[in-house]
């Protein structure tokens, strides 16, 4: 009898809240690289176009030269943005550690303003725990940074570079 190896467990961070803004305002804010860069990191290379691949780059950390590398999935504007989101060597333990994971946004408009839901998917725990922790507390704090790129709400020109 051969012995099949486990299929290592996987987490979610989840970020679910309703905004006073259109769906098109917060796509704008999700997919130009300009103003992602006043929200989260600067990206290299991006172009919001399936199979673009781009990089941020964040503190290295022992063999892991801090670049994260992401390839856009999935684009369906005003809806749906999904991109993989790599980083880390596999000879670090904790902060640094190997993680391949992937990013969704999620865009529905509701009464009021418009649901986004971020859903970033993938971390294998425990190897990932210290990423799925950091990242955790960091993704709510993202995704505010976000929303005050698009104040006023409702604002017909839509975020502003």
């Not at 993938?122 to 799925?132: H, I």
């Amino acid at each position: 009898m051969t012995s099949v190896p486990p299929i290592p467990e996987t987490h979610d961070i989840v970020v679910d809240e309703v905004f006073a803004h259109t769906p098109a305002a917060i796509w704008k804010a999700l997919t130009s690289g300009a103003l992602m860069a006043r929200w989260m990191m600067a990206p290299s290379g991006f172009e919001p176009v399936v199979g673009c691949r781009f990089t941020f780059q964040t503190t290295p950390a022992g063999a892991w030269d801090g670049v994260i590398r992401c390839e856009i999935l999935e684009i369906r504007p005003c809806e749906r943005f999904v991109y993989r989101w790599c980083g880390g060597h596999e000879d670090n333990v904790g902060y640094g550690s190997k993680l391949d994971t992937v990013v969704t946004w999620t865009l529905a408009e509701v009464a009021g303003g418009t649901r986004l839901r971020l859903v970033h998917s993938g971390f294998v725990l425990p190897t990932n725990q210290t990423a799925f922790q950091s990242i955790g507390g960091g993704w709510k704090t993202v995704v505010a940074r976000l929303i005050a790129t698009l104040d006023p709400p409702d604002d017909p020109t839509g975020p502003q570079p």
